[in-house]
């Protein structure tokens, strides 16, 4: 790199922009591997998924807000751990700020249902009280993400969700 020009960086910067499509892709095809997961729930990661997102959406829920949910597990690919991390990095640049929180906190929220079966604290999501977007993400683990577990629940092919993931990959709003 320290030999390179502005005009090859010019060449790289325009190169990107026009692969930017293949952002989209690459998530729609993670949520896709989610099949493959199901860890002893009653639905695999890809129902929960979406699940997660149609509740979001019959609830009216906007774009982002729909595709964050879509993707809120999809780090359990690389690790369950700290899976909200993984999957709330990689929205961070394409959605607003409260939908990156709401993503990357929502296992403190969904601590309320579980922890304490774990030894854990099961109100971690007070810590977060005050925040603007403490009212989205409690909304989005208490009607949305808990619920999203119903083997006879009617949510909507992942086709239908393909082009308003495409559209919130299709531009980068920040680093
Ligand atoms: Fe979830």
């Known amino acids: 790199m320290d030999v390179s020009t502005r005009e090859q960086w010019m060449t790289i910067v325009e190169e990107t922009i026009v692969a930017?499509?293949?952002?989209?892709?690459?998530?729609?095809?993670?949520?896709k591997g989610l099949s493959d997961i199901t860890d002893g729930f009653s639905v695999d990661q890809m129902q929960h998924?979406?699940?997660?997102a149609t509740r979001a959406e019959r609830d009216g829920a906007d774009e982002e807000v729909i595709v964050a949910s879509?993707?809120?597990?999809?780090?359990?690919?690389?690790?369950?751990?700290?899976?909200?991390?993984?999957?709330?990095?990689?929205?961070?640049?394409?959605?607003r700020h409260e939908v990156y929180c709401m993503v990357s906190y929502h296992q403190d929220f969904q601590g309320r249902y579980y922890y304490e079966y774990l030894?854990?604290?099961p109100n971690?999501?007070?810590?977060?009280?005050?925040?603007?977007?403490?009212?989205?993400a409690e909304q989005f683990a208490d009607h949305w993400d808990q619920k999203?577990?119903?083997?006879?629940?009617?949510?909507?092919p992942l086709e239908h969700f393909e082009p308003m993931v495409l559209?919130?990959?299709?531009?980068?709003?920040?680093?």
């Open 70 to 95: 879509l993707l809120h597990d999809v780090g359990k690919l690389i690790s369950v751990p700290n899976h909200p991390k993984i999957a709330a990095e990689i929205l961070k640049p394409y959605v």
């Open 124 to 136: 971690l999501r007070e810590q977060h009280v005050g925040e603007p977007w403490y009212q989205l």
């Open 49 to 52: 998924a979406l699940q997660t």
């Open 148 to 156: 999203a577990f119903d083997p006879t629940y009617d949510a909507e």
């Open 20 to 31: 930017q499509p293949r952002v989209g892709q690459q998530v729609l095809s993670m949520v």
């Open 119 to 121: 030894g854990m604290d």
């Open 167 to 175: 559209r919130v990959f299709a531009n980068a709003k920040s680093l």
